[in-house]
């Protein structure tokens, strides 16, 4: 038993594997806190190396760590509602009524309180006082009747409550199976013999809550197979550690419009437990503090993504991770370097009475962090998360359009992939001028800033584009045509200029052939510079620069280097962002002067 790495198998490719693989985790973590205390515990780290997860710690596990009357209570809580359960000894509790009545309080103090100007004050603090504890979707989600898991789960959870004399056995059987990278068979079937004996169902029925692929119906983890008779059985060890697991990494969100259920669980690359436990607790308060309607589907996948980016900076920063070695730490620092992304499956109402899986699929982090070199960067790269999550979350799925634009940007967020980005600026662009016509005052943008620190982090062959300075000119020029005049236009001011409406869907159409998109460009500069020769002859006054010949000159260069559609793409996402703050500051002026 002295040991210090144990193993996972992936034997199924599915979020069964991480549930084990933070099961084990969690059990080797309270043996740990049991026989050394709790602020003396071995550094331990859950690690993807390829067929299994390994999980390290800093000092072997001893045989002394496991005396044969070991006191162990379960790690995962057994759930009851109101009307008294069946609760098994010494094994702690949620009550799923309390825990729904206490979310919907908290909901509606924060409804009551939202015009309200809290911060510092005391209801502040006792808004704070009635948060309901970080996992309470966990409770949610399997105290959902028809989710038909409760009864199953807890029946997992007090196999080892009423077998607690022989919690030794259980944790020597559970570190025996997990002691190499093939798994010790002859450790479960002598735990078969002697302490599985204690337990009722010694082999338990596989749930699809613990085993998606294995649900009724589907009982294969490679889709070759398609039967409808009994799921298979597992051993109850590996089901327990499941159970367990799920509290740590199991993150269930509730789709609004359809009533689906959706599960995320973080696949780890190289995880350090502590941080682990730090930043779910972080990752979950954000995704609850979301506004209920921005809970749909795909916005559902995309927030997911970027508040756990989020969370994992925000705990980077608090740490205080100012002027350390970067170079050394930056497997640490950057999220898509420690956590892959996450397993997603969808559970469908497909029935009045029971819910059921129909979709899992695998959501890669951001490419997003790159190398950072100071803590300016972590904060630089969690200022583009913000806005980006403050333009999805303007976008309503519901309408055809939103659906579409949202679809690329997950296409983009969880597949760096950038033709789907391009595709999601193009669309944006329409809608941010539809927002403007409608009337809205205000409508979330891109800045160029940030557009310019992701492609460095993400794409930084894009770059030698985006710093050219007939580039740069000519996006200045598309947003002073298009979302600055109709920015003005919505507030009730004099437009200044003519709105150009369509200008980005002529220059993303004409962008399939070369001749034809510089061509169109060259129209739209000459037709730019006619307005402001006129402007400034019927005013006096010029509220927006020229172009020159030398910036079609460049811009058809890039063209001719980096084809015309990437370079249409671009100027149309540089051309629909927020005007820089002093460019902003500098037409405000010369207006005042007017």
């Given at each position: 038993?002295?040991?210090?790495a144990?193993f996972?198998?992936k034997r199924?490719?599915t979020?069964?594997?991480v549930l084990l693989a933070?099961g084990?985790?969690?059990?080797l ?6 026989a050394?205390g ?7 780290t859950i690690?993807?190396?390829g067929?299994?997860y390994?999980?390290?710690l ?5 045989k ?5 009357g ?6 995962a809580p057994?759930?009851r509602?109101?009307s008294?359960?069946?609760e098994?000894?010494d094994t702690?509790?949620r ?25 510092g004050?005391?209801?502040?603090q ?5 948060e309901p504890?970080?996992?309470?979707t966990?409770?949610?989600f ?7 898991a409760?009864?199953?789960y807890?029946r ?7 077998s ?7 944790v020597r059987?559970v570190?025996r ?5 093939e ?5 479960l079937?002598a735990?078969?013999k002697g302490?599985?004996?204690a337990?009722p169902?010694a082999?338990e029925t596989?749930s699809q809550l613990?085993n998606?692929?294995?649900?009724k119906g589907?009982?294969?983890p490679?889709a070759n ?11 109850w060890?590996e089901?327990?550690l499941?159970?367990?697991?799920l509290?740590?990494c ?6 609004v419009?359809?009533e689906?259920?959706?599960?995320y669980?973080?696949?780890p690359?190289r995880?350090?437990w502590r941080?682990h436990r730090?930043v779910?607790a ?10 209920r309607?921005?809970?749909t589907?795909l916005?559902?996948d995309?927030t997911?993504?970027?508040?756990f980016?989020?969370a994992?900076l925000?705990y ?5 991770r100012d002027d ?5 730490d930056?497997?640490?620092?950057a999220p ?6 996450f397993?997603?499956a ?20 951001p ?6 070199q100071s803590?300016?960067?972590i904060?630089s790269?969690?200022?583009?998360i913000d806005?980006?999550?403050?333009v999805v979350r303007g ?6 359009d939103g659906h579409n ?6 296409d983009f967020?969880?597949?760096n992939?950038?033709g789907?980005?391009f595709e999601?600026a ?5 809608e941010?001028m539809?927002?403007?016509n409608?009337?809205?005052r ?16 993400a794409?930084?062959p894009l770059l030698p584009i985006?710093q050219?300075?007939?580039?740069q000119n000519?996006?200045y020029a598309i947003r ?5 005049p109709?920015?003005?236009k919505?507030r009730g001011?004099?437009a200044l200029y003519?709105?150009r409406?369509?200008l980005?869907?002529e220059l993303r ?8 998109f ?6 739209f500069?000459?037709?730019?510079n006619?307005?402001?020769a006129q ?10 620069r020229d172009?020159r ?6 811009v058809?260069?890039l ?5 015309p559609e990437?370079v249409?793409?671009?100027l149309i996402a540089?051309g629909y ?6 460019a ?8 005042a002067?007017?």
């Amino acid at each position: 038993m002295h040991q210090d790495a144990y193993f996972v198998p992936k034997r199924t490719g599915t979020y069964a594997d991480v549930l084990l693989a933070y099961g084990l985790a969690a059990i080797l973590d309270r043996l740990a806190g049991l026989a050394r205390g709790e602020f003396n515990k071995p550094r331990m780290t859950i690690v993807d190396a390829g067929p299994y997860y390994e999980i390290r710690l800093s000092e072997p596990v001893r045989k002394e760590w496991v005396p044969d009357g070991l006191f162990f209570r379960s790690p995962a809580p057994f759930l009851r509602r109101t009307s008294a359960d069946d609760e098994p000894p010494d094994t702690p509790t949620r009550d799923v009524d309390a825990t729904r009545e206490r979310v919907q309080a908290y909901r509606k103090m924060r409804f009551d309180l939202r015009e309200e100007n809290i911060r510092g004050s005391d209801l502040e603090q006792q808004l704070r006082d009635q948060e309901p504890p970080e996992d309470w979707t966990v409770v949610a989600f399997l105290g959902d009747r028809r989710m038909q898991a409760m009864d199953a789960y807890n029946r997992i959870v007090a196999g080892w409550a009423r077998s607690r004399d022989r919690a030794a056995e259980h944790v020597r059987a559970v570190l025996r199976l997990f002691s190499t990278p093939e798994g010790d068979e002859k450790a479960l079937r002598a735990w078969k013999k002697g302490a599985g004996k204690a337990i009722p169902k010694a082999q338990e029925t596989a749930s699809q809550l613990l085993n998606p692929h294995q649900g009724k119906g589907l009982n294969e983890p490679k889709a070759n197979a398609l039967r409808m008779d009994n799921v298979k059985d597992r051993p109850w060890p590996e089901e327990f550690l499941k159970a367990v697991g799920l509290w740590e990494c199991m993150i269930p969100r509730r789709v609004v419009d359809t009533e689906d259920w959706k599960v995320y669980v973080p696949a780890p690359l190289r995880m350090d437990w502590r941080a682990h436990r730090e930043v779910t607790a972080r990752f979950r308060r954000y995704l609850w503090n979301e506004r209920r309607g921005d809970e749909t589907s795909l916005k559902s996948d995309i927030t997911s993504l970027l508040l756990f980016v989020r969370a994992w900076l925000d705990y980077v920063e608090a740490a205080g991770r100012d002027d350390v070695d970067f170079d050394a730490d930056v497997a640490a620092l950057a999220p898509e370097k420690v956590v892959a992304g996450f397993h997603v499956a969808q559970f469908k109402l497909l029935s009045r009475n029971a819910y059921t899986m129909v979709h899992m699929s695998f959501l890669h982090l951001p490419q997003w962090t790159g190398r950072p070199q100071s803590r300016a960067d972590i904060l630089s790269i969690r200022d583009v998360i913000d806005e980006h999550l403050e333009v999805v979350r303007g976008i309503d799925e519901t309408r055809s359009d939103g659906h579409n634009m949202l679809r690329a940007y997950r296409d983009f967020v969880a597949g760096n992939s950038w033709g789907a980005f391009f595709e999601f600026a193009a669309g944006y662009s329409h809608e941010m001028m539809r927002r403007y016509n409608e009337g809205a005052r205000r409508v979330p943008a891109f800045s160029p800033s940030r557009l310019r620190r992701l492609i460095m982090a993400a794409n930084k062959p894009l770059l030698p584009i985006i710093q050219n300075e007939g580039f740069q000119n000519v996006a200045y020029a598309i947003r002073h045509s298009t979302v600055i005049p109709q920015s003005r236009k919505a507030r009730g001011q004099d437009a200044l200029y003519e709105v150009r409406y369509g200008l980005g869907a002529e220059l993303r159409r004409k962008a399939t052939v070369r001749d034809e998109f510089v061509v169109a460009l060259c129209g739209f500069m000459q037709s730019y510079n006619q307005e402001n020769a006129q402007k400034l002859e019927n005013t006096g006054q010029q509220m927006r620069r020229d172009l020159r010949t030398t910036d079609i000159e460049e811009v058809v260069r890039l063209v001719d280097e980096y084809g015309p559609e990437v370079v249409a793409s671009l100027l149309i996402a540089y051309g629909y962002a927020r005007e820089p703050r002093e460019a902003e500051t500098e037409t405000n002026q010369q207006e005042a002067s007017k």
